[in-house]
């Protein structure tokens, strides 16, 4: 069974005022800022796709090697009795990892459905392909939205136990105390017994984070640069690319990689009838890629309201999917 909830144009139209909303507050806001969600367009979907690809980049590495070796200990982690349930991906993407796993339950017998849940209804359109012909047995519905919104659509579509996956570090696309917030919001939109699954990239040496952000090709820097190229097509904005230059950093004190774009000039943008002004040298704060210790893992969970079951790290140790129950 392969079911794909699509928006009909009431809900292309609210998400494009979103979208310009956010757009124009976030860039009145001083410092300016971006939301990295909007990265995933088509472009900046294939774009990720070839981040995940390189040398550099890391994080998918290990958490494929968890997904890929040790399959058959993420499934007794996550659902140990076997019993039907609600496999349910924040931000799945291509489920390039999720995938394995897949591929596992079904062979064991497993009754359960997978619910991708991803903003860019372009990736999930992928993903129902790919999975159509190369797991046919699988249930699956997508769902294309915000993560909570879909969460409780996900809710009113099954009562059975939900499993949550949040791979790929996204919750490192968060500051600590948005990370705080998501999970606590997390913990309120699940039942009792309930299991969250996510990916935390650890705390290591300084100089292998900055690489993995800051390649030498250039693609995380067409990566970022791609949101304001999506500005201009979908808001009518007059953004010179040219004018813009991508700018990492990293903090081995804090663990937070941060993304800037630097505005190389005074210059004036419009986005439709609004001007957003910028001076020589501002900053867009892009995105921020969160590092962790084990103790504000531990941290984490204990204040939104969830107790530790397990966790799996790949081989380098660089990397751990930690799974938490709602108690």
Request: aromatic content about 10%; proline content about 4%; charged content about 25%.
């Given at each position: 069974m392969n079911v794909q909830v699509n928006p009909d144009s009431k809900i292309e139209n609210y998400q494009m005022d979103n979208f310009r909303s956010d757009v124009l507050e976030g860039l009145k806001r001083i410092p300016k800022k971006l939301s990295s969600k909007y990265f995933y367009d088509k472009t900046g979907?294939?774009?990720?796709?070839?981040?995940?690809?390189?040398?550099?980049?890391?994080?998918?590495?290990?958490?494929?090697?968890?997904?890929?070796?040790?399959?058959?200990?993420?499934?007794?982690?996550?659902?140990?009795?076997?019993?039907?349930?609600?496999?349910?991906e924040l931000g799945a993407g291509d489920a390039m990892k999720s995938t394995f796993l897949l591929k596992?339950?079904?062979?064991?017998?497993?009754?359960?459905?997978?619910?991708?849940?991803?903003?860019?209804?372009?990736?999930?359109?992928?993903?129902n392909e790919k999975l159509n012909a190369e797991l046919p047995a699988l249930k699956i519905i997508s769902l294309e939205g915000e993560y909570f919104e879909m969460l409780q659509k996900a809710a009113s579509l099954s009562s059975r136990k939900k499993v949550i996956l949040f791979l790929g570090s996204n919750i490192g696309n968060m500051s600590l105390k948005e990370a705080e917030s998501f999970c606590f919001n997390l913990n309120q939109n699940l039942a009792s017994g309930d299991v969250v699954l996510i990916g935390f990239d650890l705390q290591k040496n300084p100089h292998t984070i900055l690489n993995a952000y800051n390649d030498k090709a250039g693609i995380t820097a067409a990566f970022n640069l791609n949101l304001l190229t999506r500005i201009n097509r979908e808001l009518g904005a007059d953004f010179n690319l040219e004018q813009f230059q991508h700018y990492q950093t990293y903090d081995p004190l804090t663990g937070a990689?941060?993304?800037?774009?630097?505005?190389?000039?005074?210059?004036?943008?419009?986005?439709?009838?609004?001007?957003?002004?910028?001076?020589?040298?501002?900053?867009?704060?892009?995105?921020?890629?969160?590092?962790?210790?084990?103790?504000?893992?531990?941290?984490?969970?204990e204040k939104s309201g969830f107790r530790m079951i397990g966790e799996i790290k790949d081989s380098k140790k660089w990397f751990v999917d930690t799974a938490w129950q709602v108690k």
């Open positions: 979907d294939g774009l990720f796709q070839k981040i995940m690809a390189m040398p550099e980049y890391y994080l998918t590495k290990c958490e494929l090697d968890i997904f890929k070796n040790k399959t058959a200990d993420l499934a007794q982690l996550i659902i140990p009795e076997n019993e039907p349930f609600d496999l349910i596992y339950l079904i062979e064991k017998g497993t009754d359960f459905t997978y619910m991708p849940i991803d903003i860019s209804g372009n990736i999930l359109s992928v993903l990689c941060r993304s800037f774009l630097v505005s190389l000039k005074d210059q004036n943008i419009n986005i439709g009838n609004d001007t957003i002004s910028f001076s020589e040298n501002e900053l867009i704060d892009m995105e921020i890629s969160q590092k962790f210790s084990p103790e504000k893992i531990k941290e984490l969970g």
